[in-house]
């Protein structure tokens, strides 16, 4: 039997993930930060092993692992609203995660299959999207067998993006979007995604392709659509500049706590760095997905989870 690592057993993909790995017969190995929660979502079939900046301990946390799977990111540059206490930077993240890397080729795993974005680049201003192309030239360098898969966003499993959109055009009769309205967004089931990963790491070729849905939509038109299915109507949107739609996002954002949408999450949406012109690899179209759950998807807002 196999003995695989996944990052963030209790964090959203690395879920999804872990219990895709069970049902494949391989023994699971959780590198996290937390404790395992209580009751555990998989009654102790996946052994727990600390994820802690530390070379020699990580090294010790993926001894006797054939294949690591890494979902390991941080969403913020900074401190979302709201959070107090140290925060990691991209910058830092980026520092950790070719640690994490360099610990696996030290623990001699087989295999590393990592979770990156659409179109990341070296030359990118956007810290998010210039570290995951960091990251993903220091996986290359190692030399170890991999696979790169670049996701837009997920949907699905308590997702925060889709059942956000529809929690606001529920409430709002207009939704502030930047001009021009013309950037996209190719959203992919969870599970979906989990199940590529799953794939990917039974491979042996060296691989980096975009992980994306069947479906890509203009952002503008997955809110409309959003709106439509969701409260049988289309909310207007309004045409902003940059900065006024972020002023209202962030005034949103201290009314419910929460970071909704960055300075630089909104860069990288409007500058449509979240399409994807390759072949999909997921199967579950959202317009089914979302049809199935328009009584209940976006009745409540979802927090970014507490660090
Ligand atoms: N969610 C999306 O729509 C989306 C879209 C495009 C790309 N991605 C990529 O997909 C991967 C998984 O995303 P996800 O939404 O499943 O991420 P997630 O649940 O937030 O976390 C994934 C991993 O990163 C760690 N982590 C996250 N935030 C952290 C913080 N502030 N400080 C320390 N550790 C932190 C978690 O550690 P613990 O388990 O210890 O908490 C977990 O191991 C990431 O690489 C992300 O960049 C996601």
């Known amino acids: 039997m196999q003995t695989v690592a996944v990052t963030g057993a209790w964090s959203f993909l690395g879920r999804y993930v872990a219990r895709e790995l069970l049902d494949r017969g391989a ?37 006797g692992v054939d294949r690591l799977y890494n979902t390991y990111w941080v969403r913020h540059d900074q401190p979302p609203i709201g959070h107090r206490g140290p925060w990691t930077s991209h910058s830092e993240a980026v520092q950790n995660s070719c640690m994490l890397l360099d610990a696996a080729k030290a623990a001699g795993v ?30 290359r360098g190692t030399g170890l067998s991999h696979a790169i898969l670049r996701p837009s966003c997920f ?23 930047p001009g021009p309205l013309d950037y996209r967004i190719r959203p992919m ?43 049988g109507k289309k909310p207007r949107i309004l045409t902003l500049p940059t900065s006024v739609c972020l002023r209202l996002y962030q005034a949103a954002g201290l009314l419910l706590r929460d970071t909704i949408l960055s300075r ?19 199967t579950t179209a959202l317009s089914e997905w979302m049809a199935r759950r328009a009584d209940t998807l976006g009745r409540e807002f979802h927090p970014e989870p507490p660090r």
């Open 155 to 177: 949907f699905g499993g308590g997702d925060i993006l889709i059942n956000n959109v529809a929690w606001a055009v529920r409430r709002m009769p207009f939704f502030p979007l």
């Open 110 to 139: 087989q295999r590393i299959v990592h979770v990156s974005i659409t179109q990341p680049s070296a030359d990118s201003r956007l810290t998010y999207f210039r570290g995951k192309a960091q990251v993903e030239a220091h996986l």
């Open 189 to 231: 089931h969870v599970a979906d995604m989990a199940q590529a990963i799953c794939n990917w790491g039974e491979r042996e070729d060296n691989a980096t392709r975009d992980a994306c849905g069947p479906d890509q939509y203009r952002f503008a038109d997955l809110v409309r659509y959003i709106g439509h299915t969701v409260a």
């Open 264 to 282: 630089a999450e909104l860069e990288g949406l409007s500058q449509d760095l979240l399409g994807s012109d390759e072949e999909p690899l997921g």
């Open 27 to 63: 023994q699971v190995v959780s590198l996290s930060s937390r404790t395992p929660p209580d009751p555990d979502p998989f009654q102790g079939s996946v052994q727990a092993r600390p994820l802690r900046w530390d070379s020699a301990e990580l090294t010790a946390s993926l001894a």
